[in-house]
């Protein structure tokens, strides 16, 4: 038996309990950590990616969508409004293949930067696909969204819902999409990040004699993308087994016992989400600094791709080094020169013999500074 089959009455999971303060905590700490993130980095010196910015607003859309019950007022209601819950299950079903989407739009762009720095060329039509990356997880959403307010209407007055932290579609289709589209995006993100992975490791020496260790950083948060692809790809396949458990010999009171287990458990899972999103992107160096105000105020603009248009080679020293460079080899010169100039009119002084000479000599001596010597 699955839950499509039992009475909507036997759905109404207890909304005081342990595991359901848990999820709307942990939900309610991704959405403000989120949000702060966004906040501090607009305002940061540190310029970022646009896909940087999607995928932070798409986890914040997707703890939205999780709490509207909470935030509309009827989440202790025992039958909230229909209305309200056709739009919040028809949102909560979008939202994680579309943040999932808008997390992978991330990890292919870190890829072309990461590809474009050690190919010192960009991939082919990289604009192109960074615009489609870029409207795939609303086009996503959107699509997703409208599907499953369809198949709720179809027939509204057999409609039902399964009422814990929020409210869900009593359908088992709703929940086969969101599932399989979940593990459909993760599959590509982690084989990306594996690739990721294993060029940064293949030319890592070229990376530390081009002096990128400050890019450090990025192959640590490309790793915890694939540890919540992993987590993710689980909670997927552990919905799909709720979902398609069937035993028509089962008492309903086994199985509502189990359901309950089982969308407790997923419901972590899916609070989880956001709040490792806040901790990847949120512990940024600069935006650590200006939460806890201790900014540095010399700090320049700088662009933080992921990895910058850099040569990844050993090149010449830099401008201010070569500057440096010629500055004191014109100070050495213009030393010699004053030795050199001494050491003859010290000889001129002495054939003289005339002791008035001598300020005109230590005048001499007393050469103007280099235009090229430091202060």
Not at 52 to 77: K, P, R, T, V
Not at 175 to 194: E, N, Q, S, Y
């Amino acid at each position: 038996m699955t839950a499509s089959q039992l009475p909507s009455s036997d759905l109404v999971y207890d909304t005081t309990s342990v595991y359901t303060k848990i999820f709307i905590g942990l939900q309610l700490a991704g959405l403000i950590g989120n949000i702060v993130t966004l906040i501090i980095a607009y305002f940061s010196p540190v310029t970022r990616q646009a896909t940087w910015y999607n995928c932070i607003i798409m986890w914040c859309l997707y703890s939205i969508a999780f709490l509207l019950l909470f935030f509309s007022g009827h989440y202790h209601d025992p039958s909230p409004p229909f209305d309200l819950c056709l739009i919040q299950s028809a949102l909560i079903h979008a939202a994680s293949p579309s943040a999932t989407a808008a997390t992978l739009a991330l990890v292919i762009q870190l890829y072309f930067s990461v590809y474009s720095a050690l190919n010192l060329h960009p991939i082919p039509y990289q604009s192109l696909w960074l615009k489609i990356i870029l409207a795939f997880p609303y086009a996503t959403g959107s699509i997703l969204v409208a599907l499953f307010l369809v198949l709720s209407l179809i027939d509204p007055s057999t409609t039902t819902f399964n009422i814990t932290a929020y409210c869900a579609v009593n359908q088992i289709i709703p929940g086969r999409i969101t599932a399989g589209l979940t593990i459909a995006l993760v599959i590509p993100m982690m084989i990306i990040d594996g690739l990721i992975y294993a060029r940064l490791r293949k030319h890592w020496s070229e990376f530390r004699a081009s002096q990128l260790g400050r890019y450090t950083s990025m192959i640590i948060r490309a790793s915890l993308f694939s540890i919540c692809a992993f987590v993710a790809l689980c909670a997927g396949f552990g919905f799909f087994l709720v979902v398609f458990a069937q035993n028509p010999t089962e008492p309903i009171d086994q199985v509502v016992s189990r359901l309950l287990l089982a969308y407790n458990i997923l419901n972590i899972f899916l609070s989880i989400f956001p709040v490792a999103v806040m901790l990847i992107f949120g512990t940024h160096e600069d935006i650590l600094r200006r939460l806890f105000f201790c900014e540095r105020h010399e700090m320049n603009s700088v662009s933080e791709h992921a990895v910058p248009n850099m040569s990844l080679t050993v090149s010449s020293p830099p401008l201010e080094d070569s500057i440096e460079l010629e500055s004191r080899i014109r100070t050495i010169d213009d030393h010699r020169f004053n030795e050199s100039q001494s050491s003859e009119e010290l000889s001129t002084f002495s054939k003289r013999g005339n002791p008035d000479d001598r300020s005109e000599m230590q005048g001499t001596m007393r050469k103007p500074a280099s235009p090229w010597e430091p202060p």
